[in-house]
């Protein structure tokens, strides 16, 4: 899709998902658009004062069938295209949406234009879609700038009506439109009758040195959700697992778990072992707080780290970035103490 020339050019990049689903006129089934046509599908595209250009991805991705590889791919397109657009679309299934978005902050380094993840939780093709007004506003907010610079220069999400920070953001719904949270984050954007941007939670001073992608995760990782009744066997076979280099526990509340003694000794033996241990909070909200209760000291005197506030989508994606990127157990574990790109508070 191509449009007139304008003063800001994007790049809209379809990877799948529900959005970009229409009925076929022949079987009725829903069928990926071809997004060159997509202002066929959307033709209030054609009233907008930007160059809109797009990319499909062929075949369309399901977003569980989403991984490292895929988060390169987009971040490759990005690097190609950086210096000849002034924001980027992403257009994805929701499931997974927040893995991604999360993932890319932390890839892409200095970025300094929007890149907005936005998808759909009907097919753009339906009457009732909410598809339209998710893309016609994420390309509003990717097009926003003053003075040339971009008013969103982050990876963000943008679904039914507000703006989140890509990895502040949890898929909350699998039924209703409003399906994202940002539950420790403020929206960086709200839409109503105005577009509000929230300007002082806006990462806006971003640094002018060129965007480098990195390329490289480690997917040794691998969650732990704690529950009552947990048995060792479980928690066993899950420190024991080949490779394991990183694990992130699920706790609860503030940070807490058991503490029996055989729990707490499988930790230690995973640590001993050089292993990386996260704390998150299986929490939908909040911080996690180790040495609040007696139940999190243990963690925290065994050498857990704290994963503070972040979501388990940004724990784990930047668990597989820090242990691909870096080779000592210090530098990762520094990397998980410090916010990135704003993902922890
Ligand atoms: N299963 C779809 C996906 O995540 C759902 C959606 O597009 O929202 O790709």
Redesign the pocket.
Known sequence: MKGKKNETKLLIIYT????GMVHDPVTGSLVPIDFRYISQHVPELKKFGHDLYSVSFDPA????NIDPAVWIRMAVIIEENYDRYDGFVIL??????AYSASALSFMLENLAKPVIFT???LPIGLLRTDGKENLITAIEIAAAREQKRSYVPEVCIYFDNKLSRGNRTTKLSAEHFD?FSSPNYPFLAEVGLHLKYNKGYIDAQRSSRKLVVHKDFDTNVAILKLFPGINRNFVQSVLGTKGLKGLIIETFGSGNAPTYDWFIDELQKFLKKGGIILNVTQCHGGSVEMGLYETSRHLLAAGVISGRDITSEASVTKLMYLLGRYQTREEVVKGLNTSLAGEIS
Do not use: E, L
């Not at 799948?16 to 959005?19: C, K």
């Not at 991705?61 to 569980?64: A, F, G, L, V, W």
């Not at 994805?92 to 949406?97: L, P, Q």
């Open positions: 799948g998902g529900t959005i991705i399901d977003s569980s994805h299934g929701t499931d997974t949406m998808g759909s939780q399906a």
